[in-house]
């Protein structure tokens, strides 16, 4: 069966780099996309979309704005390493609602997980999802803690969800290390339509990576959910910068983000 293109699809996350991406390229193929962010949408939205701001760690406005939705893409929340505290509301409380949001609509969830799960495995190692995680951050935690919301709620409720393993998501690699994380926006388009319009997902998880020659990721639920990949990072390897200086940094798969000292320095 073919996917309506009338349907809703909500967005949240999107005012944030990703989101913004998105949000041009949603209105070109969905009728009904509702984007929503804590802050508002920088600049000029896309035509079509209807823009609601709003808070994902407040449960009600969630309920609302996914009132009626086929696809929720879930990007919005704290994007990189913080202070626990600030974690919290913004990526544990606000997946929470979201899948409550996706229960009581039917609707399926796409995930902006990352690879910062399984950062402090070394850059040596090929990974499957199905390998235990590792995070390298509270960042990193509260994206396993969003994926196994989704593993609960599909055992439980039979809700659907799509996770992808965000690498770097750019337009082009900048760094060695982007040689084994890059994901082409182009890839990462054609992965979020093939996540919002397959027929069935069950749980899945995704490397959010393009077919790179140098990738540290191997086995997902790709092919079960019909996904390929058309970039490779190589064909940029003669123009990104070389490695830091920083053994931890360069040791492990999630780079700066295992070297951080902890942010949590109360008071
Ligand atoms: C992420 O999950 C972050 O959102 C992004 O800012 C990058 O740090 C990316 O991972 C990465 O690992 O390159």
New binding site residues.
Partial sequence: MTFDKTRKIVLTGASGNLGRFLAGELVGRYENVVLTDIVDYPGSMPSGATFIRADVADAEAVDAICEGAAAILHFGGI??EKSFEAILPANIVGVVNIFEAARKNGARVVFAS???TIGFYERSQMLDTDMPTRPDSF?GISKIFGENVGSLYFDKHGVESVHIR???ALPEPRDE??LS?WLSLPDFFAMIVRAIEVERTDFAILWGASANTRTWWGRDDSERLGITRADNSEVFADRVSGPTTDPVTEKFQ??V?CAMDTVVRRG
Avoid: V
Wanted: hydrophobic letters at 5%; charged letters at 5%; zero cysteines.
């Fill in positions: 994007s990189t990352s690879n910062h960042y965000i690498g770097s290390r982007h994380t999630g780079g983000y």
